[in-house]
């Protein structure tokens, strides 16, 4: 398996797997506290399940419900959340396996790229493209294609704040070994699309602890060594 391991992810001394994040971090100095995000980490790959929710609308959206879904639903009913979207940042199951089954309690659709919608053992509702933008509330989220772990690999991009999937960790990157995946086409796509979205984008990843754009562009040694490993 690839570094993001176990031991990582002790998030908080409660034995909880729950972390709230505060707006002021998300959307900067022009967010108020108009949003929310909320991190659960589910399923035995241990895989960041991120919702994001507006506080004014009470809409929001989940990103990648691999598992634990009753979990998630409890957090979405707690902060009286309606869902509009399911939204995959790839096909690997850690990151889907509970999606149909989110889909069936919120009825909210589920969209992932093209590339990835065949490995699906269920048919998603819809698909995603680079350069989307969807709405959730009072701000917007746009699809940035990022391949190289897998060929539909989606990356999201809301204010302040970046959702990597398996394409871009704090200081790693997504293994490039399983079908369709590319080492160079990786680091490519991470160096022409996410990078320039600014060193102070905060980076969620899909495995493992958050970043920023400027630490990962400085530190991680994926993108400070010019060879591959
Ligand atoms: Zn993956
Ligand atoms: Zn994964």
């Known amino acids: 398996m690839q570094s993001y391991g176990m031991g990582l992810l002790r998030l908080d001394s409660h034995g909880s797997n729950l972390m709230l994040i505060r707006i002021s971090e998300l959307i900067g100095d022009h967010g108020g506290t108009r949003a ?12 960041n399940c991120y919702i994001l929710g507006c506080n004014e609308t009470r809409e929001g959206l989940v990103i990648d419900p691999g598992d634990d879904v009753l979990r998630i639903a409890g957090e979405l009913s707690r902060n009286r959340l309606m869902i509009l979207y ?9 990151h889907v396996g509970g999606a149909a089954e989110l889909r069936r309690i919120t009825k909210a659709p589920v969209l992932i790229h093209a590339l990835d919608s065949p490995v699906l053992n269920f ?4 698909h995603l493209s680079d350069g989307q933008v969807l709405h959730v509330g009072t701000y917007d989220i746009s699809v940035i294609h990022t391949p190289g772990h897998s060929p539909g690999g989606v990356s999201f991009h809301a204010p302040g704040v970046v959702f990597t999937g398996d394409a871009l960790f704090a200081g790693s990157i997504g293994r490039t070994d399983f079908p369709g995946g590319s080492h160079e086409q990786l680091i490519q796509e991470v160096r022409a699309k996410i990078f320039p979205l600014g060193d102070n984008i905060r980076v969620y990843p899909g495995h493992g602890p958050s970043s920023t754009i400027g630490r990962e562009r400085l530190y991680n040694p994926f993108f400070r060594m010019r060879h591959t490993m």
């Open 36 to 47: 929310m995000l909320r991190k659960l980490i589910v399923g035995p790959y241990q895989a």
């Open 86 to 94: 399911i939204l995959i940042t790839h096909g690997h199951f850690d």
């Open 123 to 126: 048919e998603a509702d819809g």
